[in-house]
Structures are given as C-alpha cells and as structure tokens.
C-alpha cells in the first residue's frame, strides 16, 4: 500500500476480509430466521468459537411511527442504570449523544428480559467472541445492544464484540459516532447497505413516518421478511406515484444529510462505524462519515422509484454474491495504474455504479478522492506525532527545571503553590506559555483519535505515547489545577475534579491502567519517583481547604461530624500516599498549601472533637 494511501483503501480491504469469512453469511442466516419468527424475535446460536445474536427487523409500529413520540431523537442517558456511561459523558462544548427514541424503547425492552440476558451471558461464557446483528430496525437496535455490551466489558476485559447491521436506518447523531471513535469502538461496527435501499438513507421523523405511503411499505416489508417465500408484488398498494414520492424523499433527504459537514448539529442524524455498500459487480467499504453520507446520495440518484420495494429485501441476494465473488475487479477502460491508491479509487469508482454516468460519475470520483485529501495515513500521522513531539520536548524540559528551582527556593512553597501564587515574572510567564503549548499538542493527539486518524492501538503500539503522556500528566496537571484554583473557576464551575477536569487527563489514566493490568505492575513505583503520583493531589488539597473552611464556622453537631470525617479521610489518604512514597518531596515544603493544611486541621480537629462528644445525645 502507498505510504499516501487514503483510508477509504483501508477500509475497502477490511471490508474485504469481511466478506470472505463466514460472518456475513452466518449473521444473514439467523437475520433471517429472526424475521421469520415475527414481531420482536431474536435468536441466539453458536457456531464454533463464535456467539451470535441476532435481532427481527419485524417491530413494533410504534419504532417506524405509529406513535408520533417514538420518531425523534432522543437522548442515550435516558437508558438510565449507567448502561452507556463511557458513551454519555459531556465534555464543555459537545452536544449532547442522542439516539432514535423508538429504537432505545425497544432496546430497553429487549434488555429487560432475563431470557435474552441469560443466553448472551452463557455466550460470553463459551465463546471467544460475539457477533450482534440484525436487519432493518433490528440492525439500529443490534447497535445498541453491542454498544452496552461494549460498555459492559470494558472495566472488565477487552471484549471480542463485532456488530452487522443489514438495511439499518441513521441510530444517533453526530455526538453519538464521536464518541464510539472516541471508545476506540467505530471498528466493531460495520452497516451492510444495498445500493439502492432507501430505509438506510432516511430520517424515520414525523414528515415521513406519518404517511399513508410509508405505513403501506413498511406492511409489505414486514410481511415479506416473515413469509419471503410467499412475496407477491402483486399484493403491494402503491402506486408508481407513491413510489416516486418515497424515493424522491430519500433523494431529497439523503442530499440534506450530505451537505451537512461535521458540527452541523446534535440532531442531525449521522453515520456510525464502518459501511460496506453492496454493488452488483462488487462492493465499497468505507469509515469515513462524511464521505459515507455523500456515497449514498451519489449512488441512490443513479437508482429509480421501481427500486423503492425491493431492494430492501435482497440482502440475502448481495450476501451470496459477495460471498462467492471473485476479489478481482475488472479495472475503467483497462488501464494499468502505477499506485494502488489509483487502483483502488478506479475499482471503487467502477464498482459503485457510476463510473459510466456522465454527471455522476465526476463527483463520485471527488468523493472517493476526498479520504486522501483529508487525512495521512493513520501510520503516516504516528510517525508525524513522534517527530513532533521531539520539536515540542524543551517545552517539557524547562518545566521540569521550574519545578526544580521551586524545590530548592528559599520560600518553601514548592512547585503547585510557587506557581499559584506566581507573580508578573518573565519566569513564570514562560513557564505558563511552555503550559499551553504541550497543552495544545496532547489535545490534539486526542482530536486525532477522536478522528480515527491514528492507528487503532496507538497508545498500545507506540511506546512513547504512554511514556511521555504519562510524565506529561504528572508534571503538568498540577499546573493546570494551580491555574484552575488561582483564575477563580472553581468559584464559577465548581471543584476541579468533577468540574474542571480536561479529558485528556481520563484518557492518560486509562491508558496507563490498561498497561499496569498488562503488565501487572500492581503498586510499583515508576521512574517518575520525583513527582506526586496522584496528579489530582492539589485539587483534593484543595477542596480540604475548603471543608476547612467550613467547619470553623459550623455549629450544627451533624455537618461538624460530616466534615470532620470528610477531613480525616483525607488526611488518611495523603499519610498512606507518603507511606507507599508516592508523594513528591515539595507536597511536605514548610509553606505549601498542603503542610499548612495540615497545621491547621490538626489543631483544630483536637478543639472540635470534644464540642461535637459534647453535643451529640447520649
């Protein structure tokens, strides 16, 4: 592969690979015997080392509209219970994770039977890996139950969960893709789409659901995947203008979706993972949102409304196909192409369709040529950090000599307090400045992730990425909460820790977690003995200060007990941080907030303890 090679040709051998395993064809079959079993089935069955879920997409009416509260989007914290808390977490700025309303109403009812809990769970007993699946509505719903799934295994080991989807509509918004690139998640997630379905490109809202058209296509639909055998077109009552009005909806709302660019909006819906475009003479796999959204517009304006019935219905069909296919594809006009990016562009481009149409066959090739255009190579962008990172070092290296002459000064402050309480210095001018900046390069690391421009496991494959970002946190977070608690945010957002924490930081900690269960590290110090293991030290300092400050004009004998026990719990976890040395020497510094924290409180605490024997009843 070309060292300039867009991710598109990534995806299309991943896509690749998928197709010449038994999954789709496994993950089709009990789709299908799921559909036939009716209204809200799904089935349950090994195969080999594979467990497989799979989801009917026969539902109730209320998902496809019947019941008007059901058609928008809602959002995923309303599941409640904690079930997609790596999901649902806000950070300042991000819209809200949202989700079809209908589609999280039948994935709480799905997870409240103790039947389905049960047979997954003896899955994840027997079975190395998991594959959650389902057609039309059932797909969305697969989703949703891949991702707590997901969510589920995560604090306890690094889970085997792939997700297919067949003919699935738009699940969530553009929040709800960021955060699953974010879980490192998007590539367990693949949507198996027919060139010419429609029900992938539409948004299920009022406007449409409504309709007398949709509910007398959505009847045929459900009747023909439980009884396929028995599909009688004959039988459908649409007429060749209702057909035109459907697949002019989809035309009209898919190019609405495709000219909205990324942070358009937290109710716009938005593709999620991986999408494998099943073709007549092949297939194209891509990852990339935006691109994605603008490949179904293309390719459904070279469909007509006498698709609209069914094509929904041929994944079976496509499945077959793409199983038995040969992965040669005859190239445009026979041309030899001197990169394997121009291959693969010229085989995508011929096999979505439209290479022979004069109008779309222009912007079909933009499109594809648009991965390129947007992002390196995942390895490419790796490389590029790591050399950035050596450019960006004497920033890191100047702060650790400021921490050293804090140290060492005669003021005993120490490093946090030192530069808290810094005054208009050309010093800690810089030193604030040399802050910012690495600032700036870790967030974007992580924006880089967020993205899907770096490897998939990047902190796992570069070992500089755990190394430096760990020393990183270790030396600057404690400048970022000095900074916090000097500007006076905490007064406007609250405490740092649950507050005022940046993102950044709770990815670091997870990284390092991970490596420390790898590696079973347990409590061993690390090489950065010089420096406070606990980075939020200072903001817990912090809020004791506060509690401090409280109980010495307490009176009630109840909130004297609180804070009393608040402030000695505390000061047992800052004795056991020294006993196991992993408190840095400056935490002790005869002037840092901590040791006149510690003054204070225990001459206090020997004052307030007989007040509060004294109040409380016998």
């Known amino acids: 592969m070309d060292a300039e090679a867009s991710s598109f040709e990534t995806s299309e051998m991943m896509g690749t690979f998928l197709a010449s395993t038994p999954l789709l064809k496994e993950a089709w079959r009990l789709c299908s015997a799921a559909n036939a079993m009716g209204c809200g089935a799904f089935v349950v069955e090994q195969v080999g080392g594979v467990g497989y879920v799979a989801f009917s997409g026969v539902q109730e009416m209320p998902v496809l509209g019947w019941d008007p509260s059901c058609t928008v989007l809602a959002p ?14 806000r950070y300042e700025g991000e819209e809200p994770v949202m989700v079809h309303s209908g589609v999280l109403h039948r994935f709480l009812h799905y997870h409240s039977r103790n039947d389905l809990q049960s047979q997954i769970g003896s899955l994840l007993d027997n079975t190395k890996s998991i594959v959650i699946t389902g057609h039309s509505i059932g797909g969305s719903i697969a989703f949703l139950i891949a991702l707590s799934l997901l969510s589920f295994l995560k604090s306890i080991f690094p889970p085997s969960v792939l997700c297919i989807g067949f003919g699935s509509p738009f699940l969530g918004n553009e929040s709800l893709s ?6 490192r998640w998007a590539s367990s997630f693949y949507n198996v789409v027919a060139m010419h379905d429609i029900l992938p490109r539409l948004s299920l809202d009022q406007s449409l659901v409504q309709t007398p058209h949709w509910k007398a296509l959505i009847r045929f639909w459900y009747t023909s995947m439980m009884s396929p055998n028995s599909m009688n077109l004959a039988d459908f009552q649409l007429t060749e203008e209702d057909k035109a009005w459907l697949f002019s909806f989809a035309v009209a709302n898919m190019e609405r979706l495709a000219q909205a660019g990324e942070g358009s909006g937290g109710r716009s819906p938005w593709p999620l993972g991986n999408y494998l475009f099943c073709l007549e003479e092949g297939m194209i796999c891509l990852d990339n949102a935006v691109l994605v959204k603008k490949m179904m517009h293309l390719m459904l304006r070279t469909s007509s409304p006498s698709c609209v019935i069914e094509e929904h219905l041929k ?50 090739k933009d499109c594809l040529k648009m991965a ?20 960006i070092a004497p920033y890191r290296v100047e702060i650790e000599w400021y921490k050293a002459c804090c140290d060492n000064s005669d003021m005993q402050r120490g490093y946090y307090d030192s530069f808290k309480q810094r005054g208009a210095s050309k010093r ?23 993205r899907n421009e770096l490897p998939l496991n990047f902190h796992k494959s570069s070992e500089w990425v755990i190394e430096e970002s760990r020393l990183y946190k270790l030396l600057v977070e404690p400048l970022d909460i000095a900074e916090y608690y000097r500007s006076g945010m905490h007064l406007k957002k609250g405490h740092y820790i649950s507050n005022g924490r940046e993102r950044r930081y709770e990815i670091f900690n997870q990284w390092w977690t991970e490596r420390v269960v790898i590696e ?6 690390t090489r950065y003995a010089s420096l406070t293991q606990d980075t939020v ?45 992993e408190a840095s020497a400056d ?21 307030i303890y007989p007040l509060i024997e004294l109040a409380l009843p016998d």
């Open 428 to 450: 800690e001018s810089h030193i604030n400045k040399n802050r910012i900046m690495l600032k700036v390069f870790w967030d974007g690391v992580v924006s880089m992730m967020d």
């Open 76 to 89: 995923l914290d309303a599941a409640g219970h904690g079930l997609f808390a790596a999901l649902t977490r």
């Open 520 to 525: 079973k590290l347990g409590n061993r110090r």
């Open 315 to 364: 994944y079976g069909w496509y499945v077959e196909k793409l199983s038995l296919q040969s992965l040669g594809r005859r190239f445009i006009e026979g041309d030899l192409f001197e990169s394997s990016y121009k291959a693969s562009l010229s085989m995508a481009l011929n096999s979505s369709g439209t290479s022979q149409q004069v109008l779309i066959a222009p912007m079909t």
């Open 587 to 607: 935490v002790l510094a005869k002037n840092s907030s901590f040791s006149l924290w510690l003054k204070e409180w225990r001459a206090l605490n020997l004052q």
């Open 537 to 581: 030290f200072w903001a817990k300092v912090e809020e004791a200060k506060e509690w401090l400050d409280k109980i010495k004009s307490e009176s009630d004998p109840n909130n004297l007990t609180f804070f009393r026990d608040r402030l000695n719990e505390f000061e047992a976890y800052a004795v056991k941080l020294f006993d196991r040395k």
């Open 178 to 183: 960021r955060a699953i690139l974010r879980e």
């Open 372 to 391: 390129r255009q947007k992002e390196r190579h995942p390895n490419l962008n790796a490389a590029y950090l790591s050399i950035k990172l050596s450019k």
